[in-house]
């Protein structure tokens, strides 16, 4: 496979660990609220605190959400599975130890096919296994601050093979796996919050080489595009160290996308022995086949189905099916617009008017696309006067723009909006009077179009709309025109 | 087992990975007693348990499930209130190194 | 009101219901007796009058309005102090918790106070539950109320030393690999550890969590199943707790022995200290002239049971007390500035554990550690199955297991004979219990020589507690009196609060 990025003849080797924080209102062992942005160390129970004899007890809306996720992937989902202690000492690690998953994961085997310019590739799934998370601390001058209100939130770490070979790879393949967690609602898939995180393993060898290159794992990748900056140039200066007969040290890399380079983490060169044993307070984790075979019966439609299904029944275009399945609020939005009327004709223009018209509307006024939920279906009637010729392009940019950039509610402000530009009002008397007189005034192309030279209608359609200054409705146009210069002679 | 010995060197890992400050002269000591009792140790090498799974819970089929419910068992006052050192609503340790 | 010497947990608990003592009289006898001894014993930590007292009103309280069936009514109990009580400190018999004080009681002791026990203080133990002679703790070495230079053995030494000088009704120990049941041994005291998951181990300072049960410490038996039936039962903030059918240990204490089965293991017999082997045949002749049968029983890999347990324990207390690191709470070792975040762990831990603390932490940690885990802690966890496969089998033919709970009687403190590893062999009738997650007692059969009491030891199969004090109530009908006393201790124990 050819490689952009790299030097001829050579390749490199990605697998990627994704943290996905689970859609829970407890933590995983502990009872304390999950909530986003509460006071530090308000959020705590015995468990995340490591108080003396606090013990874990199993959330079991988090192991049904770990078990969906291996479902959604193609995993096995087990129905027996095992907590460890993975133990080291660090400031937001309350207990001296994690609780994770290594030898007896839940789910293990899967596999994703992720579509790449035209093509499908499959990227097995290694393993997937619920853990705890650690807290955060923040670095000042006077020391560490550490604030547990995120330790011990469930999370599940989904680990790939080795299967990727281009940075275009490896973003497709989160993408593919964010939406999917998204659509199952295993987690909220939020970059930003930290709910969805991701290390790369990057190795590289020459085309044609069958075994791996050592590896060196990158952290602190926080969005798509440092995902593919940084495996890109920790690549290239794993071949710069090659070429110049230097090996690879397999270590932890930090991404710096200020300078634009990978560099080890200072500190953390020992070994690391975590000494994973299993964990003496939590027997088994037993799921009983039945509720297995219920949990999978009940998986929601995923990306992959749904974009299927827009393309085979509503014809929509590749492009328009991925962007509108990208987000299962984006693919609801859609589906709440189309709402009855699903010819294919409605549905591309639906998925245009979304993609385009309205996204560009909502960046530019910078609002979010949840603010537009409660107007879909008014704003369902605007695509469709506007595909009816009662809005002109233009009036449709002013009426969104307005919409979308006053603090009002949105109703009030979608309704002001639509008042305010008003539609098309055809007087169609006045109306067949320009079409005439352009006739009249243009007597050799309405003989040329009635001879068979349709393509003459465009000449006059572009007429009487300049002479009606842009202000007519397209389609009464259209049609008077049509009939005006099939009856004269 | 012959080859497994518990010396100074042995103790001095243990004790760093178990971020328990030892001296020279104590991981000597240590590694001598520790030794002993790793030798007496030693008997559990002669039985054959390749065919035997490890035991951890005696007397468990599987774990215990809870509602996903979310309480406030503890609250901040509380979680803060017996730590060495704290500020700003944080637990204070030495500045680490990212 | 009876006087302190002749009073049982159950009397006190029947008279407090039917109004005929206070709780409060109770309470203010036994804590007037702890100020008047404990000083020569050192069993106590942790002494709030105020809030003993309190409670113990509140007891009369609910007596008052009506409440009558308060199986612990005004019983006065001491609580080991591994054991969280609201807002008294937890020490766990160690410096690095510092002043540490815990928001929640532990499960057991909310049970407690659900039956009308009044908490009457914390008692001391080895620090962090390491120890078989209560010798470790930050507070100093407990006392064997027989014998004030013998220790009381451990880990839950101030436990027994309290019951058994009547400092308290009761007491809620912990037990690990013997340290309910030795301590009862070497003081006089009936200890009881359960079946493993039977009580919550839900704010327990955990030590080796697949080992750990708390049990009751009482002066006879029929006490000790009144108070294990108020504390057993599951709990929904730990895990490794059961809900298994609990079977009315007291009616449990009035069944006959006659035509059924008690095992003795034949090795069990060997090296013991000759009144101890004396103590446990005259115990299994008892049993047999009650018209039981005894079954001679031999067991192969018994003898692996110890270093297998210390293996598991050592490994299980080296992540256990990671916590242990002066941040959130406890004792932060003084660092000068610049310190990093490593040296503040490895000092406050270096400074907060005490020798025996560190020594098993280190060699769980080695244990566990890459290129030794297979041959130590993965080997042990097979040997643990094979322990418990045969032990249980063993129970499946007889009612109970007769043996002694300990080859010797107390030694002196100080002793320097006993080397750590002398005294982990100490452990040797004992760990097989937690290793199998079985249920264990030890109870007094007379004394020796130097008038140190001797304990027999009984065990049962799993969720069969109802066999030991059905057949530990025969044997303390059978067994020698404790009353004469050795002059050394007489004083104490013979103290009237008249």
Wanted: proline share 4%; glycine share 6%; aromatic share 6%.
């Amino acid at each position: 496979m050819t490689n952009a990025h790299l030097p001829k003849g050579w390749e490199m080797v990605i697998g990627l660990e994704v943290h996905a924080q689970l859609q829970t209102q407890s933590k995983l062992f502990g009872r304390a609220s999950t909530a986003f942005g509460a006071p530090a160390n308000s959020q705590v129970d015995p468990v995340s605190l490591g108080l003396p004899g606090a013990l874990p007890v199993l959330n079991r809306e988090a192991l049904r959400l770990a078990a969906i996720a291996g479902f959604a992937t193609n995993c096995q989902v087990h129905s027996q599975s095992v907590f460890e202690r993975k133990n080291y000492f660090y400031a937001d690690l309350p207990k001296g130890y994690q609780i994770s998953q290594f030898h007896r994961p839940i789910c293990t085997d899967g596999l994703l096919k992720v579509r790449v310019d035209g093509h499908d590739i499959e990227v097995g799934i290694h393993q997937i296994h619920m853990e705890e998370d650690a807290g955060k601390s923040t670095h000042t001058n006077q020391g560490s601050l550490v604030d547990l209100n995120r330790a011990g939130i469930a999370l599940i770490e989904i680990v790939s093979e080795p299967d990727l070979r281009t940075p275009e790879q490896a973003v497709a393949y989160l993408k593919e796996l964010r939406a999917i967690l998204l659509y199952t609602k295993v987690s909220n898939g939020s970059l930003e919050q930290g709910s969805f995180r991701c290390d790369a393993n990057v190795s590289v060898r020459k085309v044609g080489v069958t075994e791996l290159g050592t590896r060196c794992e990158i952290k602190n990748l926080n969005s798509f595009r440092a995902i593919r900056d940084a495996i890109v140039a920790e690549a290239n200066r794993q071949i710069r160290r090659l070429k110049q007969q230097e090996p690879i040290t397999q270590q932890t890399r930090l991404w710096n996308a200020d300078k634009g380079r990978t560099e080890a983490m200072r500190g953390k060169e020992q070994a690391h022995d975590y000494r994973y044993v299993p964990d003496p307070d939590l027997p088994v984790v037993v799921i009983d086949s039945q509720r297995l075979e219920q949990w999978k019966a009940d998986l929601p439609e995923l990306p992959a189905q749904r974009r299927a299904r827009y393309m085979e029944q509503l014809s929509l275009d590749e492009h328009t099916a991925w962007f509108l399945c990208e987000e299962p609020d984006r693919a609801r939005r859609f589906e709440t617009m189309l709402g009855s009327e699903q010819s294919a004709r409605r549905a591309k223009s639906i998925g245009s008017f979304l993609s385009v018209r309205l996204a560009g509307a909502i960046n530019r006024a910078a609002r979010q696309w949840h603010q537009i939920d409660l107007v879909l279906v008014e704003l369902a009637e605007v695509h469709d006067q506007w595909r009816d010729g009662l809005l002109s392009n233009k009036m449709l940019t002013d009426l969104l723009h307005d919409a979308l950039s006053v603090e009002d509610d949105i109703e009030s402000a979608l309704a002001n909006a639509r008042a305010k530009v008003g539609l098309i009002e055809q007087d169609l008397d006045a109306l067949r009077d320009v079409i005439d007189q352009l006739i009249e005034a243009n007597p050799k192309q309405a003989s040329a179009y009635r001879a068979g030279k349709e393509q003459l209608f465009g000449f006059f359609m572009g007429q009487v709309m300049k002479a009606l200054k842009g202000k007519a409705n397209a389609k009464d146009a259209s049609a008077a025109l049509r009939q005006a210069l099939q009856s004269s002679d | 087992m012959s080859e497994i010995k518990i010396d100074a060197q042995a103790v001095q890992n243990a004790a760093r990975l178990a971020r328990i400050a030892i001296c020279e002269q104590e991981a000597i000591e240590l590694a001598k007693e520790l030794d002993e009792v790793r030798v007496w140790i030693d008997q559990l090498q002669q039985v054959d348990v390749e065919a035997i799974a490890p035991l951890i819970h005696p007397n468990h089929q599987q774990t215990p499930t809870r509602a996903d419910i979310a309480e406030t068992p503890i609250n901040r006052e509380q979680a803060l209130a017996n730590s060495p050192q704290t500020a700003d609503g944080h637990f204070v340790v030495p500045r680490v190194v990212g | 009101m009876s006087t302190i010497e002749h009073q049982t947990l159950i009397a006190v608990a029947e008279d407090v219901n039917q109004g005929r003592s206070s709780a409060l009289e109770i309470a203010e006898q036994h804590l007037e007796r702890i100020e008047r001894i404990d000083s020569k014993i050192n069993a106590f930590v942790d002494v709030d009058r105020d809030q003993t007292l309190h409670s113990a009103r509140a007891v009369d309280n609910a007596i008052a309005k009506g409440q009558r069936n308060l199986p612990l009514a005004g019983v006065p109990i001491s609580i080991k102090d591994l054991i969280a009580v609201q807002n008294r400190p937890l020490r766990a018999g160690s410096k690095i918790l510092g002043d540490y004080r815990p928001a929640h009681d532990a499960t057991v002791v909310s049970k407690l106070k659900a039956a009308g026990a009044v908490i009457i203080g914390k008692v001391s133990l080895d620090e962090f539950a390491m120890g078989s002679t209560n010798e470790s703790a930050s507070s100093g070495p407990v006392r064997n109320p027989w014998s004030l230079d013998s220790v009381p053995g451990g880990s839950s030494g101030g436990s027994a030393a309290a019951v058994s000088a009547k400092m308290g009704l009761a007491s809620l120990g912990t037990d690990t690999g013997g340290s309910v049941r030795l301590p009862a041994a070497f003081c006089g005291a009936v200890g009881v550890k359960p079946t493993y998951g039977r009580v919550s181990r839900s704010g327990v300072v955990a030590y080796a969590s697949s080992l750990d049960q708390v049990g009751p410490i009482t002066l006879n038996v029929r006490d000790a199943a009144r108070l294990l039936s108020a504390i057993a039962g599951p709990c929904d903030h730990d895990s490794t707790s059961v809900d298994q059918p609990i079977d009315d240990w007291a009616l449990a204490c009035e069944q006959r022995i006659e035509s059924m089965r008690f095992g003795v293991v034949v090795d069990w017999l060997e090296r013991l200290q000759p009144s101890v082997a004396d103590a446990v045949n005259q115990a299994a002749q008892a049993l047999c002239d009650a018209g039981a049968q005894r079954v001679d029983i031999t067991l192969e890999h018994d003898h692996l049971a110890v270093p297998a347990y210390y293996v598991i324990a050592m490994s299980e207390a080296s992540t256990n007390l990671a916590r242990y690191d002066g941040v959130r709470y406890g004792r932060r070792a003084q660092l000068e500035a610049g310190a990093s975040l490593d040296q503040l762990y490895a000092r406050s831990r270096a400074e907060g554990f005490g020798p025996e603390v560190r020594r098993r932490i280190i060699l769980g940690t080695w244990a566990l550690s890459s290129g030794y885990y297979d041959a130590y802690y993965d080997r042990a966890c097979r040997v643990r199955r094979l322990v418990r496969d045969e032990l249980t089998a063993a129970l499946s033919h007889v009612d109970v297991l007769l043996g002694p709970t300990a080859p010797r009687t107390a030694w002196k403190i100080g002793d320097t004979q006993m080397d750590p590893l002398t005294t982990y062999q100490m452990d040797i009738f004992t760990t097989a219990a937690n290793l199998a997650g079985l249920p264990a007692m030890s109870l007094p059969w007379g004394r020796d020589d130097q008038g140190l009491p001797i304990g027999v030891q009984l065990h049962a199969g799993p969720w069969r507690e109802a066999n030991l004090f059905q057949w530990g109530t025969a044997l303390e009908a059978a067994a020698p009196s404790l009353e004469a006393l050795p002059k050394s201790a007489r004083d104490l124990r013979e103290i009237n609060c008249d």
